[in-house]
């Protein structure tokens, strides 16, 4: 486990800890809502400020789990499951309740291809070819693409899983 994730997990527990509630009871989960124009991608920040840096950029439909409210108009949010997420803060504005109607799915459906002539890929916790792997992913498996962050792409296995391939290795980029 990378130190950016581990520090990330104990400030959700810390969090939940203090408030005297369970993880889980604290996450409400919600979608990336970028309104009238869905095929623009909305940042999850290092920080809850504009000026942070971006961590990627998420389609429209996007899964993610409230955290905690972090003030100013800002969400800390959890992208995946508990064992392969990425995590930050987006603005709140731009989140609506999973259940919400009107809310376009722009993220794309696409499959896993291997420039290597291998019969899998790494799927990474970060966007690089240099991070832990989160799962090995098979040629021909599809994937959600939820987002971007340069030529990588954080995507989403049918089990949940989130993390990132590059742009190489998904089909019909």
């Given at each position: 486990?990378?130190?950016?994730?581990?520090?990330?997990?104990?400030a959700?527990?810390?969090?939940?800890?203090?408030?005297?509630?369970?993880?889980?009871?604290?996450?409400?989960?919600?979608?990336?809502?970028?309104?009238?124009?869905?095929?623009?991608?909305?940042?999850?920040?290092?920080?809850?400020?504009?000026?942070?840096?971006?961590?990627?950029?998420?389609?429209?439909?996007?899964?993610?789990?409230?955290?905690?409210?972090?003030?100013?108009?800002?969400?800390?949010?959890?992208?995946?499951?508990?064992?392969?997420?990425?995590?930050?803060?987006?603005?709140?504005a731009?989140?609506?309740?999973?259940?919400?109607?009107?809310?376009?799915?722009?993220?794309?459906?696409?499959?896993?291809?291997?420039?290597?002539?291998?019969?899998?890929?790494?799927?990474?916790?970060?966007?690089?070819?240099?991070?832990?792997?989160?799962?090995?992913?098979?040629?021909?498996?599809?994937?959600?693409?939820?987002?971007?962050?340069?030529e990588?792409?954080?995507?989403?296995?049918?089990?949940?899983?989130?993390?990132?391939?590059?742009?190489?290795?998904?089909?019909?980029?």
């Amino acid at each position: 486990m990378t130190k950016k994730r581990w520090m990330h997990r104990t400030a959700v527990l810390a969090l939940a800890l203090v408030l005297g509630a369970a993880p889980a009871a604290l996450a409400q989960s919600a979608v990336v809502d970028n309104g009238s124009d869905p095929q623009s991608r909305l940042n999850l920040r290092e920080q809850p400020d504009k000026g942070s840096a971006s961590l990627g950029r998420f389609y429209s439909g996007t899964p993610v789990e409230i955290v905690a409210d972090a003030g100013g108009g800002w969400s800390q949010v959890a992208i995946g499951t508990a064992d392969s997420c990425v995590g930050g803060y987006m603005m709140t504005a731009y989140l609506a309740d999973s259940g919400a109607s009107g809310v376009t799915d722009a993220t794309l459906e696409r499959s896993v291809v291997s420039p290597y002539g291998t019969p899998s890929v790494v799927l990474r916790d970060q966007p690089s070819n240099s991070y832990d792997a989160v799962a090995m992913l098979r040629v021909g498996e599809t994937v959600r693409v939820l987002g971007d962050s340069g030529e990588y792409y954080f995507v989403m296995t049918q089990s949940e899983a989130v993390g990132c391939l590059c742009s190489n290795e998904l089909s019909g980029k």
